[in-house]
């Protein structure tokens, strides 16, 4: 895929999640835009994203001083998690200016500015030297890359010798039809999406060493029921700043995700590897 391709990928993404989307995903999301795992039945939505945060970062050997890069770093919220718990500083690297904006001032009202800074960037050219990180960390991010190798190479080149990539993704059932393909891809407005065997054929074409790989498909359709739900709370609100269109339209896509889910076709995992050398 060349470059000029990539460019108009992210640029369609960035438009998206510059736009009005913003102020739904603040809403029926909060600070955390990524899936959750629930560690009890009662769990809230917010409750459950910082779960899945906190057993990523227990596969990791994170200290005070570690260097983390979070690819697609949101409004921050894992960023400042890592930070706080584990002393680490983290980078986060976003191509969403207002998604970064939001991310600084929340930062700055935690008090961790000092450890948590946000870049605006392509994860797919990095703009970072060779060995710069300990960990290179993302949440369901990467479905957006047009080009998913050249994102894991470059997670690759930045890590630092032994360093370790820990990731989950939203998948794509290798058996999903034509049709239902390119129906998620235009929601995702993504070239492709991969599945776990995919995922792991290129890590270990990159050098990455697995170290464990769990699939969380289970979680995916609650994750977004919770989602339509709020958004259903809010809708008045909602459709007074974004408009009805705009919020029918969300809807829709929560429940697209929901039945796909529900269907085994959308699938959701954990990738934690690291760089061999």
Not at 92 to 102: F, K, P, T, W, Y
Not at 152 to 172: C, H, K, M
Not at 204 to 216: N, P, S, T
């Amino acid at each position: 895929m060349d470059k000029a391709e990539r460019e108009r990928a992210t640029a369609r993404v960035q438009e998206f999640y510059d736009g009005p989307a913003d102020t739904i995903y603040r809403t029926t999301w909060g600070e955390d835009l990524h899936l959750a795992v629930r560690r009890a039945e009662g769990d809230t939505h917010e409750e459950a994203m910082r779960h899945t945060s906190e057993l990523m970062a227990s596969h990791l050997r994170l200290e005070k001083g570690s260097e983390v890069l979070d690819l697609g770093s949101g409004y921050g919220a894992p960023a400042r998690y890592v930070a706080s718990r584990f002393g680490a500083r983290v980078t986060g690297l976003n191509v969403s200016s207002v998604e970064i904006d939001q991310a600084r001032q929340q930062t700055i009202a935690a008090g961790l500015d000092p450890q948590v800074w946000f870049d605006h960037g392509d994860f797919h050219d990095l703009p970072y030297t060779d060995d710069s990180f300990d960990v290179v960390w993302s949440q369901d991010s990467l479905m957006y890359g047009a080009d998913k190798h050249r994102i894991l190479a470059e997670a690759y080149r930045v890590l630092n010798p032994n360093g370790v990539l820990a990731f989950t993704d939203i998948l794509a059932s290798r058996d999903l039809p034509p049709g239902e393909r390119k129906r998620l891809y235009e929601r995702v407005r993504t070239p492709e999406m991969w599945d776990i065997e995919t995922y792991r054929r290129h890590l270990i074409d990159l050098g990455f060493k697995i170290g464990r790989v769990e699939d969380w498909s289970e979680h995916v359709a609650w994750t977004y029921t919770c989602a339509r739900d709020r958004a259903l709370e809010h809708r008045p609100t909602l459709e007074a700043e974004v408009g009805e269109a705009m919020m029918q339209s969300t809807l829709d896509g929560l429940a697209f995700w929901i039945e796909m889910a529900e269907r085994g076709k959308v699938g959701w995992a954990l990738f934690v590897a690291r760089r061999s050398g």
